[in-house]
């Protein structure tokens, strides 16, 4: 799908923009990582025993998949509200340099703060890249509306697969059900895969891969933090090693 040109017509009122954010959603592949990735974080819900109404609406809350699959697994482990609520604020915090890279390109000098506050609640990794590759062709005075909208949409899709990943949970034989959990894993690999595009990231994946199985061997409890850890200081020191003198 083809944005009309910013001086356009269609850019005239706030909420033709904010249409054009939402039919903006089907045209990026990332919607169907996230419709795969939120089928899982359904299942997983539903397998951990919350009901369908709690987990849609840490979907609607939350919104940030890895963030949400912690909330899930440690209140489903037994943990404390405190002891999840510190892993969750651990995890969104490396959306704080996506929103501040996000916030300015909305900005005019008649916008507000209140203005961008459920803009940038809807940042995540799937609206900042999304957000670098159509505003430029948006206005700028139209740009917080178009981001609202999609945002909107981004999160319909979601609720939508979260109810889907739950009802199927719910209904398939435990083996179905577990290939829907693992649904989430693999969207973020693949997501992960599409985005390596340099040798430092394609070496740090590649490895990350390898040194799992060896690291759970070790039995540590924390084997992706360790395997991603040392992949990812290997991939940085790659890096270093290839950048000009």
Known sequence: MRLPPPDSAHWQSPIRAFAWGMSAVVSTVLT????ATYLGIGALAHDTQFSLLWVLLSTLL???????????????????????????????IRLFPMVV????????????????????????????????RLL?????ERRVAFVHG????????CLIATTVGYELAAKL????????????????????ARNCTQLPDIVALALGLALFPLVAMLHTGVDILISGVVAGTIGYGVHWWRRPA
Not at 102 to 129: D, E, S, Y
């Open 101 to 132: 890279s996000v916030l300015p390109m909305l900005r005019t000098p008649q916008t507000k703060r209140r203005h961008l506050v459920l803009a940038a609640h809807f940042v995540a990794v799937t609206l900042w890249v999304e957000c670098y």
């Open 62 to 92: 939350v919104w940030a998949g890895p963030a949400q699959i912690i909330l899930i697994s440690t209140l489903g482990s037994g943990a404390t509200a405190v002891q999840a609520a510190i892993a969750v604020t651990l995890s969104a």
């Open 173 to 192: 034989p435990p083996l179905f059900a577990a290939a829907i959990l693992l649904l989430t894993p693999l969207a973020f690999l693949l997501s992960t």
């Open 136 to 140: 430029p062709q948006v206005p700028r």
């Open 150 to 157: 999609l945002g909107c949409g981004l999160v319909a899709v």
């Open 32 to 35: 169907l990582v996230l419709f």
